[in-house]
């Protein structure tokens, strides 16, 4: 048993639901998962740099995601610790290859890109990254399969020799080409509120050693506030920006960066991955690979229950789960299908969440409580359907 298996039948249904998109986006980012509860030698890893920092294990997860935000699933995890023998070796990170480096995880993302982009021949395959995967090999690699294409928030002002200026104040000498207009979604400490983004774009090439690549930048930078709290997003691409739909386009593409963010946020919250007690860094893996198939499942029913209330429940539940549903709440008596927000409700409520007038929708946390209440009453319905015919 290994992650790898654990996640192969997720992975083929995402792939299928990821067959009729016109676009899929392959969205790749980091975190960190803290197992402070942990024996020193369950051979977990530093967390940090030092070696007397808290032990846990690194999570590199590429989720699929369609134009409109659906998280269609997780394609890939990377899962490594630090040797805390090795501790300080950032430091010398300069000397070493690219392979030796834990940055070689953004390379291995864009590599299953390309695997991923063969079996969805239909598709447009765009791998998505943030700012720490601006690294000259991905894009090198990048332009070697035109087939992917790489969207990243750019990190360096590098050189641009033709223009004899740096990254930034290229794009920023570019005239305004238009604006858009976004939500922000929330996150802690910070409320969901509109923003008007102005759009600039241009090609550029840039340099390493003796080698160049030709590239496309889009900033988009909000206007009507300070230049400290602006959002401000550059962006690097291999795809053509010619004209302003192309340039709303990109932008369009890394505002759904978030839905990894909120998948990693769910891993963590509504199934408490941190909170494993498991002997072995093995065991921990195998278990964190399961709690990411479930947190996606979490992640979608939020989403869709908030978005789309009207849903038939089973765009997200089996039969079996909307049987049990109608014949264990009293809200559904004599009914045999479900509203997917009235089924997300009432299932949330097992996990805690009072339903009451003012408590808005439920979050990860009850409907993942909840989900396991289900899991377990489906589980005796199809006992006692077994036993009794």
């Given amino acids: 048993m290994s992650p790898e298996v654990i996640l192969t039948g997720h992975q083929a249904a995402a792939l299928e639901r990821a067959a009729s998109q016109p676009v899929v986006l392959l969205v790749q980012d980091t ?10 030698d369950s051979g ?9 920092q808290a032990l846990g294990l690194w999570l590199h997860t590429t989720l699929a995601v ?11 995890a990377q899962m490594w610790t630090r040797d805390r023998a090795q501790a300080g070796i950032a430091a010398r990170r300069k000397k070493r290859a690219l392979v030796e480096k834990e940055s070689q995880r953004w390379l291995t993302s864009f590599e299953e890109s390309i695997r991923l982009a063969d079996l969805l021949p239909q598709s447009r395959v765009i791998n ?3 700012r720490e995967g601006d690294i000259y090999e991905l894009f090198a690699k990048a332009a070697q399969h035109p087939r992917v294409g790489v969207l990243v928030r750019a990190r360096h002002n590098r050189r641009l020799q033709e223009e004899q200026t740096g990254l930034w104040d290229f794009i920023t000498n570019q005239p305004v080409a238009g604006q858009v207009k976004i939500t922000v979604p929330r996150k802690p400490g910070v409320v969901s509120h509109p923003a008007t983004l102005e759009l600039r774009f241009g090609a550029v090439e840039i340099h390493q050693k003796n080698s160049a690549l030709k590239l496309w930048i889009v ?7 300070s230049a400290a709290k602006a959002i401000c997003w550059r962006l690097l691409t291999n795809q053509p920006v010619n004209d302003l739909a192309g340039a709303v386009e990109k932008v369009e593409w890394y505002r759904q960066r978030w839905r990894i963010e909120e998948f990693h946020r769910v891993l963590k919250t509504g199934s408490q991955a941190e909170a494993r007690q498991l002997e072995t860094v093995a065991r921990l893996k195998n278990v964190l690979a399961v709690d990411m198939i479930i947190a996606w ?21 089996t039969e079996d789960e909307q049987k049990v549903l109608c014949a264990m709440c009293s809200a559904f008596a004599g009914r045999r299908t479900l509203q997917l927000r009235e089924a997300v409700r009432a299932i949330a409520q097992w996990g805690g969440f009072l339903a009451r007038k003012s ?4 979050g990860p946390m009850t409907l993942w409580l909840g989900l396991l209440r289900l899991n377990d009453y489906v589980n005796a319905f199809k006992i006692y359907s077994k036993s009794c015919g």
């Fill in 44 to 52: 977990l890893g530093s967390l940090g740099n030092r070696a007397d």
């Fill in 66 to 76: 369609d134009e409109t935000g659906t998280a269609l699933g997780l394609m890939q």
């Fill in 219 to 225: 900033e988009a930078r909000q206007s009507g506030v």
């Fill in 128 to 130: 998505v990254a943030d």
């Fill in 31 to 40: 975190t960190s998962l803290n197992y402070a509860c942990q024996s020193a």
């Fill in 297 to 317: 499942r979490v992640l979608e029913l939020t989403r869709l229950s908030r978005q789309s209330p009207d849903l038939p429940a089973t765009e997200l539940l």
């Fill in 359 to 362: 408590d808005g929708e439920p």
